[in-house]
């Protein structure tokens, strides 16, 4: 998979956690494979795993591992029964840890994009991206004027998706990043199958016809902007 993702032109990856019980085999991975880069988070949707104390665990990971980001975590108010106020508090409190350590964030945020960036402004001197988002153009220029970044994958290369692919073409180009998300979030042309990051190069071509631009300008630019963010 790294090599058919090499050979597409990804030359570097951020693998954010999900949960505590696998930090230890993303960092293995990460040290085994340097172009690997590790960002600690509790995801929201799987806060059924995640304890108080996990909170704890994680300040601990980032103060030993210096990750490039805090990640990932936010609110996901789609799927059912997932503790709105829980979420809150695991986000809350994950912002805190970025802020401490002047660490980027990288954010989830299904259905709660203004909450999200409304907690991001109470909190203040933040940076991040908010991955796959999936928000209205007003609600994404909220988040570039804050300096926040947003990630783009698969969705965008269907056609149906018409607000997200009107929002790739026209958004300044140094607030984009592309991300694929896998295994989850297929390409069109690819439903039901396992995602890999390879298809980033997808991705970014599906970008720049969008623009109307080359696929070198959306690459470079956008290369550009990950290594602003995450800082390598
Ligand atoms: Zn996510």
Excluded at 33 to 43: D, F, N, R, S
Aim: aromatic share 6%; proline share 5%.
């Amino acid at each position: 998979m790294l090599a058919r993702a090499r050979r597409a032109g990804v030359h570097a990856q951020v693998v954010p956690a999900i949960a505590l019980s696998g930090f230890e085999k993303l960092r293995a991975l990460c040290v085994a494979e340097p172009t690997l880069h590790a960002a600690y988070g509790l995801h929201p949707l799987y806060l059924r795993e995640h304890r108080p104390e996990h909170l704890d665990a994680l300040r601990d990971w980032i103060e030993r591992e210096r990750p490039v980001a805090v990640g990932e975590c936010g609110l996901d108010f789609y799927v059912d029964g997932l503790d709105a106020g829980m979420q809150r508090n695991y986000l809350r409190r994950q912002l805190e840890l970025a802020k401490e350590f002047e660490l980027p964030v990288i954010l989830h945020a299904r259905r709660a994009v203004d909450e999200i960036t409304a907690v991001l402004r109470i909190i203040g001197g933040l940076r991040g991206v908010v991955h796959s988002f999936s928000g209205s153009i007003e609600q994404a220029r909220q988040l570039w004027k804050m300096g926040f970044l947003l990630g783009f994958g698969g969705p965008i290369t269907y056609e149906r998706a018409r607000r997200l692919r009107a929002i790739v073409a026209a958004m300044p180009l140094e607030f984009l990043l592309l991300e694929t998300d896998s295994p989850d979030q297929p390409l069109h042309g690819h439903q039901g199958q396992r995602n890999e990051p390879a298809l980033l190069a997808q991705v970014c071509a599906a970008i720049a016809s969008l623009r109307t631009a080359d696929v070198e300008t959306v690459a470079e630019a956008t290369s550009a902007n990950c290594r602003r963010l995450f800082g390598f």
